[in-house]
């Protein structure tokens, strides 16, 4: 089977950085996913690594570590807009299918 | 335009009855999903289906059931509704390899 697990909330301010971390244990292995959702909303895809190391992509940014079955999230100059739940997620199976962590809910204050 | 559509968005039916939420993708995606998000927001998968392959999350009831006329539409069929079905249901589709998927927008499903 798949487990993820994830802080359940997370609070920072406004301007600042905020890491969100995902462990999980899996078998077969492709690779780790993250996703945002806001209250009422669908998930929406943020990146994906299938290698070690940090993906960039605008203030988002994610790392893997297989060895150590750990990946983060890095959220910075955080908006009130990044107030949502993230999900880390592994494929896993077949299909490509994907199985998600518990969720993180990240509140920014200003 | 809408990439993944479901209907209706919100259900509200008596336990016992029978229902059916619709799903469409106009992406040309390989396989299509669905999800169930229960209260705490938890994200079980349900099915996965393209056209070669059905694959099934065994801890589901067999009062589930994915219909896809063809490969644009994944519709899931529930019968005998009970109160634990109560959630949000996903549908979603991917092209696979890293690529994300794209989730419709949900259906809220409250049984009665």
């Known amino acids: 089977g798949q487990s993820l697990e994830q802080p359940s909330e997370v609070t920072a301010v406004e301007g600042a950085i905020v890491q969100i971390n995902c462990t999980y244990q899996?078998?077969?292995?492709?690779?780790l996913s993250w996703y945002q959702q806001h209250d009422g909303g669908a998930p929406t895809f943020l990146s994906y690594n299938a290698l070690d190391g940090l993906e960039e992509t605008g203030r988002f940014s994610s790392f893997l570590s297989r060895s150590d079955s750990y990946g983060y999230l890095l959220l910075q100059e955080l908006q009130m807009k990044d107030s949502a739940s993230y999900f880390c997620a592994v494929r896993s199976g077949g299909a490509n299918n994907l199985f998600f962590g518990t969720g993180t809910r990240l509140t920014v204050i200003p | 335009d809408t990439a993944v559509s479901q209907t209706p968005k919100y259900l509200v039916t008596q336990m016992g009855n029978d229902k059916s939420i619709k799903c469409e993708q106009n992406?040309?995606?390989?396989?299509m999903y669905w999800y169930k998000q229960d209260s705490k927001k938890f994200l079980k998968i349900m099915f996965s289906y393209n056209n070669k392959e059905l694959i099934i999350n065994e801890t589901v009831p067999n009062r589930f059931s994915p219909k896809s006329p063809d490969k644009a539409h994944l519709n899931l069929h529930i019968n005998s509704l009970e109160l634990g079905d109560s959630a949000v249901y996903f549908c979603?589709?991917?092209?696979?390899?890293?690529?994300?998927?794209?989730f419709g927008s949900g259906t809220r499903l409250t049984v009665v």
């Open positions: 992406l040309g995606h390989d396989t």
């Open positions: 899996t078998s077969g292995f492709y690779g």
């Open positions: 979603a589709s991917s092209q696979g390899g890293h690529y994300g998927y794209t």
